[in-house]
């Protein structure tokens, strides 16, 4: 064990000697580390500290490793709490923080006013709100309610997952003259979909410095409200990386995917360089409209960024954008190239390759996860199934699917239901479709009882697809393609008469179809043939 010498006093600051600033990576930490060992500088409190600070603070994805260190120090002072509960807060395991600060006083280490503001921020990336109540009753009982920093984060918790009065209550006297409190309380009306509240406070700043801006900006965008979010980007003083990443972020929520991609044009021209955040909104945006050049640009960049090394959240955003481009070879070229891989890796890849086709070459992977060891969810099992669908491997899929209920505890919800009913549709069991749509547990959707309609259109069973698309026009009723669907049952059949009672019905209920279209892209116009239509129209 690790030993601190227990007359070593607390010192909250950010110091690094020369030999931790050089450790950018796991390998030169531990490198430090054994050197450390070796020399006898294990024992002394302030190596320690820097140890501390440096893997859960400094170097990207070492907070695991500063655990481990952590977990063998008998007697941490304050810094070395304040730290390892900061670098939680800030993972993405918040609930690590909690538990350490937990953990803390549960040793009779006291917490000084750097610690609550660290847990506060964790309770409030887990929204959770008894907690973060339990941790402002410590706040005044330890007397730190009056510290600005403590204050603040009081009232960014309560403004946005708290109690909304109190946050208010919080904001008086000193606070008024604080731009944190101020952006901290718009902050919290705007998240909770408040924006005229949210706008007013946002008037009366006495000072509204650059993150007052982002806040009210990033509240606009986060409730779809773009064109406010555009005014206020155009007025705003200066800008920064995260006001660029709003208005992006906002775009591709909004489905505007190519005003994202020209604001991005926008941000590099203006020399503003983009960051992680930034190229996370543009992959999903790239994946959203079939953008490979694009996203095949913006893989470079994160190389670059990485120094030739690529973070899981961004490998796994790689993944899904080849995948949905349709470059299932480059998705798979992201997956073997990352050197850790969480559950959303296998997920993006393993449902990349069925949808393609790729049935033998998705089961197979799914069969080397769990070689691995790596657990699969119950998104796994959606792409597993839909594999054995596409492939028609009908035991294998009734096997998965009852694999992921015995084995692994995972429940099926109303898509890994829906895959059943697909496979056994596909292969012509549609009896027994029937029955796994009556024997689920939950209501089945409109998409369920569609999928069977149209296996009973290719297998040309009209009595079970008259039953299904009864249950249909019990859930919905506008829908056109179901009516021609279920006429087209009748008619491939020759039962002429069945299919002109459900153009009838469908006539009757004012169900109208919808004229179909082709469409291309020229010059920026888009051409679009109306075949139901007698005349060609020119959108421009």
């Known amino acids: 064990m690790i030993r601190k010498r227990p007359n070593d006093r607390s010192a909250n600051r950010e110091q690094r000697s020369t030999l931790f600033q050089k450790c950018t990576n796991l390998k030169a930490l531990k490198q430090v580390h054994a050197s450390m060992v070796v020399h006898g500088f294990n024992s002394k409190h302030s190596a320690l500290g820097e140890l501390i600070f440096a893997s859960a603070m400094s170097i990207s994805g070492t907070i695991g490793y500063a655990h481990k260190v952590f977990d063998q120090i008998t007697e941490p002072n304050t810094f070395m709490w304040n730290t390892m509960i900061r670098g939680s807060a800030q993972s993405l395991r918040p609930l690590n923080a909690v538990v350490l600060y937990t953990r803390m006083?549960?040793?009779?280490?006291?917490?000084?006013?750097?610690?609550?503001?660290?847990?506060?921020?964790?309770?409030?990336?887990?929204?959770w709100v008894r907690m973060g109540m339990g941790v402002h009753g410590k706040?005044?009982?330890?007397?730190?309610?009056?510290?600005?920093?403590?204050?603040?984060?009081?009232?960014?918790?309560?403004?946005?997952?708290?109690?909304?009065?109190?946050?208010?209550?919080?904001?008086?006297?000193?606070?008024?003259?604080?731009?944190?409190?101020?952006?901290?309380?718009t902050?919290?009306?705007?998240?909770?979909?408040?924006l005229d509240a949210a706008r007013r406070l946002f008037d009366e700043m006495p000072v509204k410095d650059l993150v007052s801006w982002n806040v009210m900006i990033t509240g606009y965008t986060k409730q779809g409200e773009m064109e406010s979010a555009r005014k206020l980007f155009d007025e705003v003083p200066r800008r920064d990386v995260v006001t660029w990443n709003a208005m992006i972020a906002g775009y591709v929520?909004?489905?505007?995917?190519?005003?994202?991609?020209?604001?991005?044009?926008?941000?590099?021209?203006?020399?503003?360089?983009?960051?992680?955040?930034t190229m996370l909104s543009l992959l999903s945006a790239c994946a959203d409209v079939g953008e490979l050049e694009i996203g095949e640009r913006i893989h470079s960049s994160l190389l670059e960024m990485g120094s030739g090394e690529i973070s899981i959240i961004h490998g796994n955003a790689l993944i899904d954008m080849y995948s949905k481009c349709g470059s299932i070879?480059?998705?798979?070229?992201?997956?073997?190239?990352?050197?850790?891989?969480?559950?959303?890796?296998?997920?993006?890849?393993?449902?990349?390759?069925?949808?393609?086709?790729?049935?033998?070459?998705?089961?197979?992977?799914?069969?080397?996860m769990r070689r691995l060891k790596v657990r699969p969810d119950g998104i796994t099992f959606v792409g597993v199934l839909v594999a054995c669908s596409h492939a028609g491997k009908v035991e294998d899929g009734r096997g998965y699917f009852s694999l992921m209920r015995n084995k692994y505890k995972i429940e099926p919800n109303i898509k890994h239901y829906g895959c059943m009913v697909d496979l056994l549709g596909r292969a012509g069991l549609l009896d027994e479709a029937f029955d796994c749509i009556e024997n689920m547990e939950m209501q089945p959707n409109a998409i369920v009882w569609r999928t069977l309609l149209g296996a009973c259109k290719v297998h040309g069973n009209v009595e079970l697809g008259r039953r299904a698309n009864e249950r249909l026009l019990e859930i919905r009723g506008d829908e056109s393609g179901d009516f021609v669907l279920l006429s087209n049952i009748y008619a491939s059949r020759g039962e002429w008469h069945g299919a002109e009672e459900v153009r009838k019905l469908m006539d009757d209920s004012g169900v109208k179809k919808e004229a179909g279209f082709s469409m291309v892209e020229a010059d920026g116009n888009a051409l679009k043939h109306f075949l139901m239509d007698s005349k060609s129209k020119l959108n421009r």
């Open 139 to 185: 706040v005044v009982r330890y007397g730190f309610e009056s510290n600005a920093s403590v204050r603040n984060t009081l009232i960014d918790f309560h403004a946005k997952c708290g109690d909304l009065r109190v946050a208010t209550a919080l904001f008086d006297g000193s606070a008024r003259r604080d731009v944190v409190a101020w952006s901290a309380l």
């Open 253 to 277: 929520r909004c489905g505007c995917v190519e005003q994202a991609l020209q604001m991005f044009e926008e941000m590099t021209s203006l020399g503003e360089k983009p960051d992680e955040v």
């Open 329 to 368: 070879e480059r998705a798979l070229e992201v997956f073997r190239g990352m050197r850790e891989k969480d559950v959303s890796s296998w997920n993006s890849v393993i449902g990349g390759l069925a949808f393609h086709g790729h049935a033998e070459e998705s089961v197979n992977l799914f069969e080397e």
């Open 105 to 127: 006083e549960n040793w009779g280490s006291r917490p000084d006013d750097f610690t609550f503001p660290f847990v506060l921020k964790a309770c409030n990336k887990l929204c």
């Open 187 to 194: 902050a919290g009306y705007a998240r909770r979909g408040k």
